[in-house]
């Protein structure tokens, strides 16, 4: 099997991962473990985990005028990040993190736009403008009374700020992987990452009842921290080697439908109107925003 097609299957797994994860972390929560608390366990494990391969990759040290970007960046990407999702997740369903966390290529364009004036083009601009209108349509029409989403709107507009807080995490980093190995820069943003995470998830961390975790929280518990958080930061570096960053970032599109499909026939959420209608903007926003421009297409 060539490297390509390792590649192709390292994405797929990462996709799948991310797909699963929506449900599988809204199990555990808050019965088991509290967000903030659940957080801890991430930055801590995939610090440790880091630190462990680390030996395999370069020894680098950080130079002191990247110390200030490091920073930006652990408080963007696993600090308010990580944060403001699994917060957002408890509040919500799954099917709406899965189709709102999709909104991240969107974001990513705008702050481009915005932070290194990117121009943007006319079917983009209409991508956005689509994408935010099925985001709005989930935040405004989809509210539902349930005993495990306490209170949906609030939960929507957490997962839309992850977006935000990510997309901007993917621009400031991007200096960073031009300069330091891969596992240099991830061993010491989930390190800083604990410290950030600290003051909003001590309390709930030193709450969670060990010797009473019964064993399905546990597994679960492991497969966010191992696989969501660590495998598939693994997964996308190595296909990020050989296949091109529009061919991974089309990997997007499976994630919400892989999301979805699991929550139902798990029996953790179901499918309404207004979900089925808000997805398919997403989707289609996401797709026309990530789409390349012909040549000769106008920009605004």
Excluded at 59 to 76: P, T
Excluded at 130 to 139: C, P, Q, R
Excluded at 232 to 239: K, M
């Amino acid at each position: 099997m060539n490297k390509r097609t390792l590649a192709i299957f390292a994405a797929i797994s990462a996709t799948i991962i991310y797909g699963l994860n929506h449900t599988i972390a809204k199990g555990v929560m808050p019965d088991s473990v509290q967000p903030f608390g659940f957080i801890m366990l991430r930055v801590i494990g995939a610090s440790i985990l880091f630190w462990g391969i680390s030996v395999f990759g370069p020894k680098e040290r950080i130079a002191k005028k990247d110390y200030l970007r490091i920073l930006l960046c652990a408080a963007l990407g696993m600090g308010f990040n990580m944060l403001s999702f699994f917060k957002g997740l408890d509040l919500s369903t799954p099917i709406n993190s899965a189709v709102l966390i999709t909104l991240t290529p969107i974001i990513v364009l705008i702050l481009s736009a915005v932070l290194i004036k990117e121009k943007i083009s006319r079917i983009k601009m209409g991508g956005i403008f689509i994408g935010f209108l099925g985001a709005l349509g989930l935040l405004v029409l989809g509210e539902e009374i349930r005993q495990d989403a306490p209170n949906i709107p609030l939960g929507n507009t957490l997962i839309i700020l992850n977006a935000i807080f990510y997309g901007s995490y993917l621009i400031v980093v991007k200096t960073l992987l031009h300069k330091y190995h891969p596992f240099t820069i991830m061993k010491w943003l989930f390190t800083l990452g604990i410290i950030i995470c600290l003051p909003f998830g001590y309390e709930e961390l030193m709450a969670i009842d060990w010797k009473v975790l019964p064993f399905e929280a546990a597994w679960k518990i492991i497969f966010v921290v191992v696989g969501t958080t660590f495998l598939t930061y693994l997964f996308n570096i190595f296909a990020l080697t050989q296949l091109k960053a529009s061919t991974l970032s089309a990997f997007v599109y499976v994630q919400p439908l892989l999301g979805i499909i699991f929550a139902v026939l798990m029996g953790k959420d179901s499918l309404t109107t207004i979900k089925i209608l808000a997805a398919s903007l997403v989707l289609l926003g996401v797709y026309l925003a990530s789409r390349k421009p012909k040549p000769g297409a106008r920009a605004v």
